[in-house]
């Protein structure tokens, strides 16, 4: 059964959006944001994903979903891309509401400005985004997982600087915005170990037999059957893992 968290502020903050007269903008962000969501749980559940619980912001739901980042890159890359995919299909359900009235011309065309700034954001290379998770997924293909990772969260933070650099971001929001992702980014690189711990948990729980690979690295390519050459000579990555884990 899939939990669901709810943000503890939710209805404070949809107190605000009445009396503030923005219901509706913030409405519309939470069903596109949600929908957007759905579709990264839709393409988890078909690559049998699981989620361990589902958080529901101001700005629409959020899932987590179990070993995500672990297992076949070219299936989570589809899984990160179908969100931003959903977009596409925005402005249409845009002009179907002016047709019926429910909406304004004037109301759709500021939706349409705000789904293109939506992905844009959301595309961007910065984690926790979906541009950066892309990103990652790219980078486990041509690197081991520590050295991926690493690369990842050093090009996340250089990314911030350019974002900030060129201006694209200098409102109060976006300042505000900018130090949430570099709070997250900062603690997700403090927990970097222990996300590679986790892989190899899942990778000794779920052998993957791909094309071999031979190497001196101390860690694992994801879209390879590792062997690990060391002074003892070499490893299949099945008898390392059983090492590394039993001696953390």
């Known amino acids: 059964m899939i939990r669901l968290r709810l943000w503890p502020f939710w209805v404070i903050m949809l107190f605000f959006t009445w009396y ?3 219901w509706k903008i913030i409405v519309s962000i939470f069903l596109m944001m949600s929908l957007h969501e759905c579709a990264h749980i839709c393409a988890a559940l078909k690559y049998g994903y699981t989620l361990s619980h589902i958080d529901i912001f101001p700005f629409g739901f959020c899932a987590q979903i179990s070993d995500i980042g672990y297992g076949n890159v070219y299936q989570e890359l589809f899984i990160f891309l179908a969100g931003p995919c959903m977009h596409v299909l925005y402005p249409f359900v845009f002009a179907a509401l002016v047709r019926l009235g429910w909406i304004s011309v004037a109301f759709s065309d500021y939706l349409q ?8 954001f959301n595309l961007l290379p910065i984690y926790p985004l979906d541009g950066a998770r ?7 293909l041509i690197f081991p997982y520590g050295k991926a990772q690493r690369y990842a969260y050093h090009l996340s933070i250089m990314d911030i600087g350019i974002v900030l650099a060129m201006g694209w971001m200098s409102n109060p929001a976006g300042m505000f915005t900018l130090a949430i992702l570099l709070v997250q980014i900062i603690k997700q690189n403090m927990q970097r170990l222990i996300d590679r711990l986790h892989f190899y948990q899942y990778r000794l729980d779920h052998p993957f037999d791909g094309r071999p690979c031979l190497h001196h690295q101390q860690d694992l390519y994801r879209m390879r059957t590792n062997y690990l050459i060391g002074s003892k ?6 008898e390392w893992l059983k090492q590394i884990l039993r001696e953390k």
């Open 20 to 22: 503030q007269g923005i």
């Open 113 to 120: 400005w705000l789904n293109q700034s939506i992905v844009l």
């Open 134 to 140: 892309i990103l990652f997924g790219f980078l486990h």
């Open 233 to 238: 000579g070499m490893l299949h990555e099945r």
